[in-house]
């Protein structure tokens, strides 16, 4: 299998961008988020930082999966 590296950068990008919108969204419905960080308490802001990991993993995975493993 040969990948450059404009394709890993892509899929590492797009993946991280996917994943925080989708992180930030689940965080949103869960009502885990206010208008300002300062505003927000510990919990809150860790399960935002782990919503958004998890999902950029995620995202990255799947998209490793579908475009680069042919």
Sequence with gaps: ???????????????LLAGTAIGLFIGYIMKQQRSRWSDMTGREKA???ALIVVCSAICIAGLAWRFLLK
């Design 1 to 15: 299998m040969y990948t450059d590296f404009l394709s890993l950068a892509m899929v590492t990008i797009i993946g």
């Design 47 to 49: 399960v935002n930082i």
